[in-house]
């Protein structure tokens, strides 16, 4: 039987959410460090990262630097100083995008490629494989199908996303942003073009679709599909979001934890040819009971995953629309300047919920409830909406409390030995982890005058929580027992906890330091003599000299410099999986489509964008 380890990363923007992912079951953690991450406004210092390493590692939980922008030839010196700093500082790999990296002075380190090196095809993946990657991100478009043959076809650690929001074009391929305000995605400084609204129009002009956020995509939300994830062969499973506040970070992290724990624990994948194991130490004990439905989201869709298109854009509004309520059915008497409603549903609201409505002519407007009373709420907000607008609730007052409040018990199971010999008393301990220590408490106590009451001292004061353990007394070996005061006993708990910590970190630095010679002999022996697939037809986003000598090396046809650089006037702006004609249905493979056949357009703010329709490969490209 094989063994394989099941991760279940998250994201964190910072120190503080990072470890509250760590209590709520998170087994690595990816975060930004100073600069180069493709999430601009989520950097975080040196210092910051090191203290995140030093509390994951307690309980064997990695954590990833994401360093996943393309650089400049002035920035690699900076990029891969601040790599060793990473490395030094306890991380144990680097996220990058840039493939220029590969052909400098990193530390030994692992190395993920980023979802932004575009990894939707077993020759890319393989490709990758060959350079000495330890494990590829795989694009989020993807089906089952196409995953078990990337699988099928390598053997590198597979990572997918299972969470959170959407980019509408792949990952690496976008190049809007850069094209309207400067900023660009692959830079981290993505303007997030695809949450503003469009109209759409046809050859003559005429508008088909006003003032819609047609490139907006619903949140992803594969729950249920983590059993075949894991039969396809996915090891790492990404919760998107490192701009997520802490809330949803423990709501969204404990769902899935619930999730993995059921396949690790009930053996309800393959159990015949694999056993599936946690990749860090400690189970959840207690807390709050996790609820997606009830932070951020636009609307959930599984996108591509079973094969099929489904509808995929998130609709009125790119914002956070939450749960469904129900309807308006009666604008009261207004009080004030707030507005009253009553609503049909038998979900009721609370005061300070936020609330979103959208109106039967599709304007979208948000307030908050002030004052409920059963189905009648009187709101904070002067606007008043019409009788039949949709109620969705996007902040739940009483759930965020809860969050907050009741936050579950992270802890690993300690065995304890009570060891009472040549009037010398010792604790020898077995944690879940494999780890074992022992400690010497003392010696020369008289021997107790009721010994089942000691005994239950002993098993009741060595059989508590410290720091993150939960011990429990295995056994007791004594002929006579001694009496211990019970300041002892409970010190000679928190000597064994400190121990085991002790040897813990000193051996997860030991195995981060193998992992990491390893991987770079791994890239050092790798082969970049026409590694290049010829099939694949994306940019390579070279913006630097590493990055282009890598290309050369690999044999590839193509060394056009990033958009960022070039700046082509005629260029794909985005490449698309998702489809409007499909989403509209008037896709060209059907008869109506092909009635509506033609030019498409958007437009935004006087600017306009062709689109063209790829129907070989099922696919949508903008053109500036």
């Known amino acids: 039987m094989q063994v394989k380890k099941l991760e279940l990363l998250a994201p964190a923007k910072n120190r503080d959410i990072g470890i509250a992912a760590v209590n709520c079951g998170a087994d690595a953690l990816y975060i930004a460090g100073p600069s180069f991450g493709a999430r601009e406004s989520a950097s975080n210092p040196i210092e910051e990262l090191e203290a995140l390493c030093k509390y994951a590692h307690k309980f064997g939980v990695r954590v990833y630097l994401t360093l996943n922008t393309i650089l400049y030839d002035k920035e690699m010196e900076r990029a891969v100083k601040m790599a060793h700093e990473a490395y030094n500082a306890g991380c144990d790999a680097l996220i990058i995008q840039d493939?220029?990296?590969?052909?400098?002075?990193?530390?030994?380190?692992?190395?993920?490629?980023?979802?932004?090196?575009?990894?939707?095809?077993?020759?890319?993946?393989?490709?990758?494989?060959?350079?000495?990657?330890?494990?590829?991100i795989l694009a989020r478009e993807l089906s089952l199908e196409q995953i078990k043959e990337i699988r099928a076809k390598t053997s590198v650690e597979l990572e997918t996303f299972i969470h959170g929001a959407l980019c509408v074009s792949y990952s690496g391929q976008c190049y809007l942003s850069s094209h309207i305000t400067g900023r660009s995605a692959n830079r981290g400084e993505c303007a997030q073009p695809c949450r503003s609204n469009y109209n759409l129009l046809d050859g003559n002009?005429?508008?088909?679709?006003?003032?819609?956020?047609?490139?907006?995509?619903?949140?992803?939300?594969?729950?249920?599909?983590?059993?075949?994830?894991?039969?396809?062969?996915?090891?790492?499973?990404?919760?998107?979001?490192r701009l997520k506040n802490v809330s949803y970070i423990k709501n969204i992290v404990k769902y899935y934890r619930g999730l993995l724990d059921n396949i690790i624990e009930n053996r309800i994948v393959n159990t015949e040819s694999n056993l599936f194991i946690q990749?860090?130490?400690?189970?959840?004990?207690?807390?709050?009971?996790?609820?997606?439905?009830?932070?951020?989201?636009?609307?959930?869709?599984?996108?591509?995953?079973?094969?099929?298109?489904?509808?995929?854009?998130?609709?009125?509004?790119?914002?956070?629309?939450?749960?469904?309520?129900?309807?308006?059915?009666?604008?009261?008497e207004r009080r004030g300047a707030n507005f009253t409603f009553e609503y049909n549903s038998k979900?009721?609201?609370?005061?300070?919920?936020?609330?979103?409505?959208?109106?039967?002519?599709?304007?979208?407007?948000?307030?908050?409830?002030?004052?409920?009373?059963?189905?009648?709420?009187?709101t904070n907000g002067t606007e008043s909406v019409p009788a039949g607008s949709e109620i969705y609730r996007n902040f739940n007052n009483s759930f965020e409390k809860e969050l907050e409040s009741n936050m579950p018990d992270r802890l690993l199971k300690v065995w304890v030995d009570f060891i009472y010999q040549d009037s010398v008393c010792r604790l020898e301990c077995e944690c879940e982890d494999g780890e074992k220590c022992s400690v010497v408490i003392g010696s020369d106590f008289g021997i107790a005058e009721k010994q089942e009451r000691s005994r239950e001292s002993i098993k009741m004061q060595l059989g508590k929580k410290s720091d993150i353990y939960s011990f429990e007394v295995r056994a007791?070996?004594?002929?006579?027992?001694?009496?211990?005061?019970?300041?002892?006993?409970?010190?000679?708990?928190?000597?064994?906890?400190?121990?085991?910590?002790?040897?813990?970190?000193?051996?997860?630095?030991?195995?981060?330091?193998?992992?990491?010679?390893?991987?770079?002999?791994?890239?050092?022996?790798?082969?970049?003599?026409?590694?290049?697939?010829?099939?694949?037809?994306?940019?390579?986003?070279?913006?630097?000299?590493?990055?282009?000598?890598?290309?050369?090396?690999?044999?590839?046809?193509?060394?056009?410099?990033?958009?960022?650089?070039?700046?082509?006037?005629?260029?794909?702006?985005?490449?698309?999986?998702?489809?409007?004609?499909?989403?509209?249905?008037i896709c060209l493979k059907e008869e109506e489509g092909k009635k509506a056949g033609g030019p498409l357009f958007l437009e935004n703010n006087g600017k306009k964008y062709k689109l063209q329709f790829d129907c070989k490969n099922c696919e949508m490209v903008i053109f500036g």
């Open 347 to 378: 979900v009721l609201l609370e005061n300070g919920d936020g609330l979103f409505f959208v109106t039967p002519s599709g304007e979208i407007v948000g307030t908050r409830a002030n004052v409920v009373s059963g189905n009648i709420v009187t």
């Open 476 to 585: 007791i070996k004594a002929d006579l027992l001694p009496f211990f005061p019970i300041s002892v006993l409970n010190n000679g708990r928190r000597s064994l906890a400190e121990e085991l910590n002790r040897r813990r970190e000193e051996r997860i630095e030991r195995e981060r330091r193998e992992a990491g010679e390893e991987a770079t002999m791994l890239r050092k022996k790798a082969n970049r003599n026409g590694s290049v697939p010829d099939e694949l037809d994306y940019r390579y986003n070279i913006s630097n000299s590493f990055s282009e000598e890598l290309y050369k090396d690999l044999g590839a046809k193509s060394t056009d410099k990033a958009y960022e650089i070039s700046r082509p006037s005629s260029v794909e702006l985005m490449r698309c999986k998702y489809c409007i004609r499909h989403e509209l249905g």
């Open 99 to 136: 493939l220029g990296l590969l052909n400098a002075d990193l530390p030994p380190i692992q190395l993920f490629a980023s979802t932004q090196t575009n990894n939707r095809r077993a020759e890319q993946v393989s490709m990758l494989e060959s350079l000495g990657f330890n494990r590829v």
């Open 279 to 332: 990749t860090s130490y400690g189970k959840l004990y207690g807390g709050f009971t996790p609820r997606p439905d009830l932070t951020f989201n636009r609307g959930y869709t599984e996108l591509f995953i079973d094969g099929d298109r489904g509808k995929w854009q998130s609709g009125e509004s790119a914002k956070n629309r939450g749960e469904y309520i129900g309807k308006v059915i009666k604008i009261n």
């Open 205 to 241: 002009g005429r508008i088909l679709v006003k003032n819609k956020p047609l490139l907006s995509l619903k949140d992803l939300n594969l729950s249920s599909h983590i059993n075949d994830l894991v039969e396809a062969g996915v090891t790492s499973f990404k919760i998107e979001g």
